[in-house]
Structures are given as structure tokens and as C-alpha cells.
């Protein structure tokens, strides 16, 4: 049996299309949805990742403020930034491009941003609701592997699920997001014993690791008609791969993300869905859970 490839980009289109259609609706109204982005110092891969959220926006109607600041950036600096942007009822959402330079305190500057234009989803406000299932903007990467679920009509009650990491930006926000929709969720981390035993257990597998000279998930530690999600970024044989062995995996996998074409280009996605989102609240247009 040969695997269905889940077709990030395809999926990531068509969320691609309703935001765009929502955009043009929001300006009928008068509102021009606008992202504003900020980036601290000189790191190269940041400042692409800037770039192609600016160039998205543009394609789909949400105009973007630039905030390119230099490196000796003080916390004083960013917080009146944020404040400004908090304030400034022309932006509707405020991503901070991480990571920060080290000076200054992440989680204090996410803290900062107003929870209505928190377009990623992680202030501490956004993660409680998120835990208590009532988030409007969720992190982006879970929720857009949530839409790949909904898009291939994967269920996922009662389902097994493993997620191989526990960070705030990947598997915490997923845990909850899998929990609401009555899986049974195990995290699993570079402490878990037996990693292998959980993941041939399960009917689901998200792993997000980002380092194949540590792990690799290899076709031997999946069960035959598993879903296997591939959230890593790593580099192999100098090429963008992720953490799974996808040519072997899909083999056995009902369905398999690739990487690249898979998380990514949702990853990107919501977060427009996100601002188009942002947009509505500010004009008390959206309520939806
Ligand atoms: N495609 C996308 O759109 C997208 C979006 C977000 C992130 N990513 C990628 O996803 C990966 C994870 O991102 P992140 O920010 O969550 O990174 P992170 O904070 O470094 O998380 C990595 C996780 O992997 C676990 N881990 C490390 N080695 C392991 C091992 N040998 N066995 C089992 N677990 C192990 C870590 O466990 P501990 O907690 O015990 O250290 C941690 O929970 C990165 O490659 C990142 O680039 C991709």
C-alpha cells in the first residue's frame, strides 16, 4: 500500500483564496487589513522569512507595515515600539519575528502585544483561551495542520495521536487544538523513553523535531494506515528535508505530509487567515470560535 501525499500548497491555496475574498469584503466596508512586522538585527534567514510574509500579504490584499530595526535594538526601544503598534488603529496584526537577539526578553515583548492583534497566537492571553478551547487566533502551524486534517476529511475522534515535541510554538498549542477534537493526545520529547513504542501505538503521527543528525522518523516506527506529519526543518544532504524519511514512510502511511510542500505553506497561510481575522475583531465584525 502506497500512501495519499498531503498536498500542503494545494491547501494552503485555498485558504489562500477564501482570505483573499475576505479582504476584498473588509475593504468594501472600509477597512484595509494591515499587518504590521517587526524585526530585530541582521539574521538572514529572519529577514527572508519577513520578505515572504510581505510578499504573501500582498498577493492575497493585506497591505504590511515594515519595522526593520537594528541589532542594538534596547527592550525599551521594542516595548514603545509594540505600544505604538497596539495603539495605532491602522494595524490590525503584529508579528514579531523571532527569534529576538538575546539582549532582549521574548517573552516579555510577546506578553506586550495587545491579544486582538496577537496575529501568531502566543501571548499568554491567546494560549489560555486557546487551553480552555475558545481561541480566535490560534498559532499558526497547529492550526494549519488542523485545516490539512479538515481538507482530506481525516477524523480525529478517538484517534491515537503522538506529537513528537512540546515547545509553546508547535506541540503545547497542538495538544489542545487535537484535544478539542476528542483525540487522545501523548507528547513525546527528546526525554520520552521508548520513543518508538509510542509512535507504532499511534494512528497519528506529527513529529517536529528539526534535526535529522538527532532523530529521523524511518518506516519502522510506523503502523501500517498511520497519518504522518512532517513539521521539521532541517537540512539533508544539503537539501530542505524534514523529519521524516517520506520515500519509505509513505509506503506504509495512509497519508503523509511532504516537506517541502506540506506545514510550510500552511504555516504561511494561517497567518494571513489570522490578520484577516484580526481585521474583523477590531470592527466587531467577528465572533466565531
Ligand atoms: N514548517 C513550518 O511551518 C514550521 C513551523 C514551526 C516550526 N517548524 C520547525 O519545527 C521544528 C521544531 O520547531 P520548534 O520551534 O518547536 O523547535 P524546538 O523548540 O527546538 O522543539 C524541538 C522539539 O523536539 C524535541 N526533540 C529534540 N530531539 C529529540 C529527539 N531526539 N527525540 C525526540 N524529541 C526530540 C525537543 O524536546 P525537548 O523539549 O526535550 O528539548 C523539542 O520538544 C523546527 O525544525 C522548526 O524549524 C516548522
Do not use: W
Not at 38 to 61: E, F, I, R
Not at 69 to 93: A, C, M, R, W, Y
Not at 222 to 234: F, L, P
Amino acid at each position: 500500500m502506497t500512501g495519499q501525499k498531503i498536498d500542503g500548497i494545494a491547501v494552503a491555496n485555498s485558504v489562500k483564496d477564501r482570505v483573499r475574498a475576505a479582504a476584498t469584503e473588509l475593504k468594501k466596508e472600509g477597512i484595509e487589513p494591515c499587518l504590521a512586522t517587526v524585526l530585530v538585527g541582521d539574521n538572514q534567514a529572519s529577514a527572508s522569512y519577513v520578505t515572504s510574509k510581505q510578499k504573501d500579504c500582498a498577493d492575497v490584499g493585506i497591505a504590511t507595515k515594515d519595522h526593520r530595526l537594528p541589532q542594538s535594538f534596547s527592550q525599551k526601544e521594542l516595548d514603545s515600539l509594540i505600544d505604538l503598534l497596539n495603539n495605532d488603529k491602522t494595524v490590525h496584526g503584529i508579528l514579531v519575528q523571532l527569534p529576538l537577539p538575546d539582549h532582549l526578553d521574548e517573552f516579555s515583548i510577546i506578553s506586550r502585544i495587545s491579544p486582538i492583534k496577537d496575529v501568531d497566537g502566543l501571548t499568554p492571553y491567546n494560549m489560555g483561551l486557546l487551553a480552555s478551547g475558545k481561541a480566535i487566533l490560534k498559532p499558526c502551524t497547529p492550526s494549519g495542520i488542523m485545516e490539512l486534517f479538515d481538507y482530506y476529511d481525516i477524523d480525529l475522534s478517538g484517534k491515537d495521536v503522538v506529537i513528537i515535541n512540546r515547545s509553546n510554538l508547535v506541540g503545547k498549542p497542538l495538544y489542545h487544538l487535537m484535544l478539542e477534537k476528542n483525540a487522545t493526545v501523548t507528547t513525546c520529547h527528546s526525554k520520552t523513553k521508548d520513543l518508538k513504542s509510542h509512535c507504532l501505538e499511534a494512528d497519528i503521527i506529527i513529529s517536529a523535531v528539526g534535526d535529522r543528525s538527532k532523530f529521523t522518523l524511518t518506516d519502522n516506527m510506523v503502523k501500517d494506515g498511520a497519518v504522518v506529519i512532517d513539521v521539521g526543518t532541517s537540512r539533508l544532504d544539503g537539501k530542505l528535508a524534514g523529519d521524516v524519511d517520506y520515500d519509505n514512510v509513505i509506503k506504509k502511511a495512509s497519508y503523509a505530509t511532504p516537506v517541502p510542500g506540506g506545514v510550510g505553506p500552511m504555516t504561511r497561510a494561517m497567518l494571513l487567515k489570522n490578520t484577516i481575522t484580526a481585521a474583523s475583531i477590531s470592527k466587531g465584525i467577528v465572533t466565531n470560535r
